[in-house]
């Protein structure tokens, strides 16, 4: 097998055939990826000019034909070397990637990541600890045990002895939360209509019951109605509330959940995946009040907290608790290594391998502080606040509600014009128009603001672009504005009964 | 809130206080990662420098100390900006990890990531697709569905719809083999006594029944009694077998175990996630033959793969077993949203929010092609058979059997001078006094070869460093056999009854 050919100066590989050369790690690995990295920026670069908005235009179709210009189907059985590779298909993923640093990219809680916790992930990466076992992640375990504690610490500033583990994301969190339920005897899953899908999941996943679904009002949980879903249930259930829901952002009212919660003996899970960084913030801090009366809480700092996905924790009001996922495998946590003092990790996750993510999510609160968090949290509040006064303002748009986090909620006049599911349709079609068009990438949710109660059709906007002012929305709102009326005028052309 | 101070020629973000320098995507995001990862890279080449070696020495507490050193406990209130919490943070990592790109760290299925599938990471880090739904992720889902079937037409060359997904790793991919089996209602798992730990927690998880444990022979499922096994249960079974295991690398004899599946109805999952990439090679893929006959199979490309963790993948002889993921949530796969085009992605993982992993796997393919990572890993299972001869020819070690992958089992000869459990006792701190001298990072496993086939200790490597020599494990063979015999000495020393 011949070597790749060297440079004078510096050897790169530029065949596909490796060698010593291609490792990241090692004595020469930062020199490696000096050497490699401005390829992949490069291309980056050049598919981020080439997109020249927040998503790429013509929707599925022209992605997948852009991809197929771009290289052969299947695996291809010869290499064309790192560099480019790296140039080639970085660009591919710019051009064609919705970018969450474009103010007009703003429909999930989908964050535009910080370049610190970008560039601590390449260090990760190369050196590759693997949270499973002290012998393959030394110092990584001891960072993310620093970290994870801080994060209880956030989260249970007066319990005696909180703990977290780190996630893939809410879905893992709220797995977990219900996971440690059932280890504890606790088979009732209660949860809100508002509540993450994720939830029902994963009572499918742990084969529990289907939840209880508690009624909610303004998105958010009616205690009455929870109390009454609990009266038979009493200690067989855990209840899991939602701090920041993803349709509307709203906050489960906590303090009057935990105290039904405590009367009728029921644990209870809160689902603060997209509220919980909140906590960074002195003055946002009260909207989440009442978290650590939880049992658990999940967070994702993949949202507020803006890393590269996935970035969450699950955090626990009692250590003890975590218990339940002890795990025992000879060739990584040995008894006698154990007793020995090498720390036992497997049990803190469900998974074996695992990236350490709480690496370049220790190095951004370094960088930042809790404080800078915090004010970022409080920008994009108050950037929500601001666009939501201009959705009241305007003549074409109709707002669901004054946002409690970062969420927009609003609906084109024009769809409350068309009869039965027609205004739905249209508000469906607003933003579907939009992503093809390349020109916005908004959400959409259902909430029960019909004449009787039946789900209607809303858009949204998610805000987690920390550095937009309010008025860097407004040429959106004027958009989906514009599109909604032409879509209006079209179904009245083409169907002049339904107006 | 102040804006960072800018440096003359190009913005930086030097203090604690984020702007919209801070952030990764966008259209100067590149420029902003091209700034910052060169404090990333110096502290991790000084990190690595002043480790010296695979492994910092001193042990658990060690490693400790220069945490608390390097920083305070919990978390800071108030930043030290990007540059110095990278570099210093970097530093710290690299100094405290143990270095997979170092030979001398081979204890377990621990790769040296490639520098090309680090530096193409950082570009999906920055534009962070999320793979929950296509506006999250539009070529980065197109660029997954390209990818994951060619690994599933690379498992099953010869199925009509075989299709694949991506995981966080061995563990969830097994899960997902019980979870497909239990919604096909097959609810009885049977595996190996040489599975890994995840198949009986993946049960657990899903709440079933703990596994049946088949005995194995020369750490191979033996055909007979998996029959036998079977016999009772036959379509209510899903077998899980492994072509590479993790205590000997060895692999169950596949088209036996898939005849006897066949006949009784049971299922069949294949764990090979350490073995799976011999498909790559011409030469060594006849090891593996066998896994075209599973319903599903486990492979790790963060494993034989060179990616970072976690690159797992979960193929499916039958797409269709895959719609048990299927799943809805209105906020992200609206039918009307689907019935539209946008393809629907939420089903193609447990997870929601999802990091695109498929895509640097993607680009190290094209850089490499199958043929090159095929000859990555005939290069690791070459080194494997030239270290057992080694240890075949080293007076004072003894060999557990010849390598079938890249695994390499053996023992002091001292250890067996020893009576009852002092001989593994010895074993174990062998292990431990080259890892906590920061010699060497070696594996351990229990294998039932005792005189009345009770388990022993033995010590492995577990050989993934691509561009090593047998050669270069001669000096990690002989401190094996220094340490034991200072051991054995100071047991006779101590207890001169026990030789």
């Not at 020109?439 to 672009?465: C, F, S």
Request: with cysteine; glycine share 8%; aromatic share 4%.
């Amino acid at each position: 097998m011949a070597d790749a050919p060297s440079a004078p100066t510096a050897p790169r590989p530029r065949s596909g055939v490796a060698s010593a050369e291609w490792l990241a790690g090692g004595s020469g690995g930062a020199d490696r990826l000096a050497q490699l990295l401005p390829a992949a920026l490069r291309g980056m670069a050049a598919g981020t000019a080439e997109r020249g908005g927040p998503v790429p235009a013509g929707g599925p179709a022209a992605v997948a034909a852009a991809l197929a210009r771009a290289q052969s189907s299947g695996l291809p059985r010869h290499g064309v070397g790192a560099e480019q590779a790296l140039e080639e298909l970085s660009a591919l993923l710019a051009a064609g990637s919705a970018d969450p640093a474009d103010p007009a990219c703003a429909a999930h809680l989908h964050c535009p990541p910080l370049a610190v916790s970008v560039a601590a992930d390449v260090v990760a990466s190369a050196l590759n600890p693997s949270m499973d076992s002290w012998d393959q992640a030394p110092v990584a375990s001891e960072i993310e045990r620093e970290f994870t504690t801080g994060i209880a610490r956030l989260c249970y500033p007066d319990a005696a002895r909180p703990d977290a583990v780190i996630t893939s994301g809410g879905t893992e969190s709220n797995l977990l939360g219900l996971l440690l339920a059932r280890e504890s005897a606790v088979t009732r899953p209660v949860c809100g209509a508002n509540s993450h899908h994720s939830v029902a999941r994963a009572a499918w996943l742990l084969g529990l019951p289907a939840p209880v679904v508690v009624p909610c009002a303004d998105d958010r949980m009616v205690p009455s109605a929870l109390a009454e879903a609990l009266a038979p249930l009493g200690a067989q259930a855990v209840v899991v509330a939602t701090a920041g829901t993803t349709n509307t952002g709203r906050i489960d009212p906590l303090p009057e959940i935990a105290e039904i919660c405590r009367r009728t003996g029921a644990r209870l899970h809160v689902d603060a995946a997209y509220g919980g960084l909140a906590l960074c913030s002195e003055s946002l801090r009260s909207r989440v009040a009442g978290l650590e009366l939880a049992d658990s809480v999940a967070l994702d700092l993949h949202k507020f907290g803006w890393q590269p996905v996935a970035a969450g924790v699950f955090a626990a009001r009692a250590e003890a608790d975590l218990e339940a996922l002890t795990v025992r495998a000879e060739y990584l946590n040995a008894d006698d290594d154990t007793e020995a003092g090498l720390p036992d990790l497997l049990g803190r996750s469900l998974r074996t391998s695992r990236r350490p993510d709480a690496f370049r999510m220790a190095v951004t609160l370094r960088a930042l502080g809790t404080s800078g968090i915090g004010a970022l949290v409080e920008r994009c509040c108050a950037n929500a606040s601001g666009v939501h006064a201009m959705v009241e303002d305007h003549p074409a748009l109709r707002s669901w509600g004054a946002p409690e986090l970062s969420t927009v909620v609003f609906r084109p006049t024009v769809a409350d014009e068309l009869p039965g599911t027609a205004g739905d349709d249209l508000v469906a079609q607003v933003r579907r128009t939009l992503l093809e068009d390349g020109t916005a990438v908004i959400g959409r949710g259902a909430l029960p603001t019909g004449p009787d109660g039946e789900a209607q059709l809303w858009l949204k906007l998610t805000l987690l672009h920390p550095h937009t002012k309010p008025a860097d929305y407004r040429a959106l709102l004027d958009a989906v504005a514009a599109v909604a009326a032409d879509l209006r005028a079209s179904v009245t052309r083409e169907s002049p009964i339904a107006s």
